[in-house]
């Protein structure tokens, strides 16, 4: 079956600009998880939604970014004014049901760099 | 600081050897995950242990979990050229058990 889809693959912009980044999580999965990996670094966890809300926004690195998911599936992380440093892979993954111990089904990942 | 953090950062190894990767965590977990991770893209769950489990085994891969020394070590026996990838570890935090945490991985390389 489909897995974890993401859009763009990547994505180049101007310092100043924003950006959208798109998730599709696997068709059933109510949880879904957006990360952040810088170069040579490991995950940075960002945000979990469960459903359309989000209960846990604690990993957003500032009030530039914010995330949104609609009718319980795609899900769009959205950078404003986005600065050199926001440059990393942005990965998503999703799970049938929220909990660690259910198994993350991760995304290739979109690709950002900030020129 | 990271939860969970890999050693060696960097291994490298001739095809058919072992390899075993270890990763330390600072808090008490309900379980314990491997991912694989090839060119900096989407990762690939490999095994989960749960904190009440010592080891586990999948193909070839062996996974224990010492809970009182918090760490755990991942071999990947009879190594193969396509193992090449870097391995990460990610816990979770008793009581939040939907964030996982990271730590830096290691960055495996099989020679053929």
């Known amino acids: 079956g489909a897995g974890v889809s993401q859009s763009p693959s990547n994505k180049v912009t101007e310092k100043g600009k924003d950006v959208e980044l798109r998730c599709d999580p696997i068709?059933?999965?109510?949880?879904l998880y957006w990360y952040r990996q810088s170069l040579g670094q490991g995950l940075e966890f960002l945000i979990y939604f469960q459903g359309n809300s989000a209960p846990d926004k604690s990993g957003l690195p500032s009030d530039r970014f914010s995330a949104e998911r609609t009718g319980g599936s795609v899900s769009t992380l959205t950078i404003q004014r986005t600065q050199q440093e926001d440059s990393a892979v942005y990965l998503c993954?999703?799970?049938?049901?929220?909990?660690?111990?259910?198994?993350?089904?991760f995304g290739p990942g979109t690709r950002l760099l900030v020129l | 600081s990271q939860q969970g953090e890999e050693d060696p950062q960097a291994l490298s190894i001739q095809e058919g050897e072992n390899a075993t990767m270890n990763c330390s965590y600072k808090t008490s977990i309900n379980n314990l995950q491997w991912y694989r991770q090839n060119s900096g893209r989407g990762l690939v769950h490999l095994i989960l242990i749960r904190s009440n489990e010592r080891e586990k085994h999948s193909g070839r891969l062996r996974v224990t979990l010492d809970t009182s020394k918090k760490s755990s070590s991942l071999l990947i026996t009879a190594s193969r050229a396509a193992d090449t990838a870097s391995y990460f570890c990610a816990t979770d935090k008793k009581g939040s058990n939907y964030k996982l945490t990271f730590g830096k991985g290691t960055l495996l390389t099989v020679n053929p």
């Open positions: 993954a999703s799970s049938p049901d929220p909990g660690a111990q259910e198994t993350q089904y």
């Open positions: 068709s059933g999965h109510t949880a």
